[in-house]
């Protein structure tokens, strides 16, 4: 029995390889093809602030359906991409496509709506990095001052000198600098003056445990205060219950992300939650 249980395992473990190396190589063609067809679709989460109750701005999230993948998560193709390079030209396609929305809102009255965009550590890195998001940026008539760049704990500590020269010329160009996931990374708090932030947005795993755990909540209710300090707005990533939000709001964090106010949705959609959530805004009372 046990051998035969054995030898089952290996032939279940054997198959799963060969589906999950079959998926790799597939994952990689498509995702190539994909890039020069532009074939992503970009949804936007709104952010509201505790404070105004307003809709200050959204976080472009990208979205990949593939005829033969089916839908497949930014969590899956996005760390590929990164490992194989392709996140450049990934990142230049979202980028143009923000931008076009961008101009499509314009056209329909909202101005200036503020856009976060996900920038990965390799594309961060580029020495051309700048000029090259510029030339997108350029391309379709936008600003840099609609504009926040969302990096993570890992791509800001590494050759910190170089990256604090690069985040004070984007400052000075307009654009909004954010640390995304803050909490999870190995982030030494004293480079946190250093660098000219004007967001930190705490990673969800302390959002959704907090209620919960007392630990948990002392670090948002110190990440907190120390940001305020620093003259540095808080965002809370995805707070999911109103218990969430009603904790937040008492220790003072400023801006709230998550499925309570909204999912990601797609930018048509938006239009209509803008505009129903300045009809309902009163009634909500946060
Ligand atoms: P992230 O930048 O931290 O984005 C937040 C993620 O949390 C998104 O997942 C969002 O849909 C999800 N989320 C927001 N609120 C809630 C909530 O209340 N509950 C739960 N359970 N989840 C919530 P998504 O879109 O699957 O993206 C995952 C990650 O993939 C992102 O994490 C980001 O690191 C990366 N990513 C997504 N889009 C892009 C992109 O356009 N460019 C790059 N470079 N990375 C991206
Ligand atoms: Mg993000
Ligand atoms: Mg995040
Ligand atoms: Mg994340």
Redesign the pocket.
């Known amino acids: 029995f046990a051998k035969q249980n054995g030898r089952s395992q290996y032939a279940f473990y054997f198959d799963e390889l060969k589906t999950d190396s079959k998926r790799i190589l597939l994952l990689e063609s498509e995702l190539r093809k994909a890039i020069q067809q532009k074939a992503f679709v970009i949804h936007y ?1 709104p952010k509201v602030s505790l404070n105004t109750q307003q809709i200050i701005g959204v ?4 979205r990949w359906t593939n005829d033969k993948l089916g839908v497949v ?3 899956e193709f ?1 760390p590929y991409a990164e490992d194989t390079g392709l ?1 450049i030209p990934l ?1 230049e396609v ?1 980028l143009e496509k923000v931008c076009i929305d961008m101009v499509d809102w314009r056209s329909k009255g909202i101005q200036d709506l503020p856009v976060s ?4 550590a390799l594309h961060f890195q580029q020495d051309d990095f700048m000029e090259r998001i510029n030339a997108i940026i350029m391309k379709y008539n936008c600003s840099p001052y609609q504009l926040e760049l ?1 990096l993570t704990e890992r791509t800001v500590m590494q050759d910190s000198e170089t990256v604090v020269t690069k985040l004070i010329k984007l400052k000075r160009m307009g654009f909004k600098i954010s640390i ?2 803050f909490g999870t990374g190995y982030s030494s708090l004293s480079y946190l003056n250093r660098f000219p932030l004007n967001y930190l947005k705490v990673d ?1 795993s302390f959002i959704q445990q907090m209620t919960d755990l007392q630990d948990k909540q002392a670090i948002v209710e110190a990440i907190i205060l120390m940001a305020h300090r620093l003259q540095i707005k808080v965002i809370a ?4 219950t109103k218990d969430q939000v009603k904790l937040l709001k008492e220790m003072g964090c400023d801006i709230i ?4 106010f909204s ?2 949705i797609p930018s048509t959609e938006l239009l209509d939650f803008l505009e129903l959530w300045e009809i309902h805004k009163q009634e909500r009372n946060l």
């Open positions: 989460q976080e472009a999230l990208v998560s930014p969590a996005i996140i990142s979202i965009i996900n920038i990965a969302e995304d996931d969800s990533e995805g707070a999911e992300q998550g499925y309570y999912k990601p």
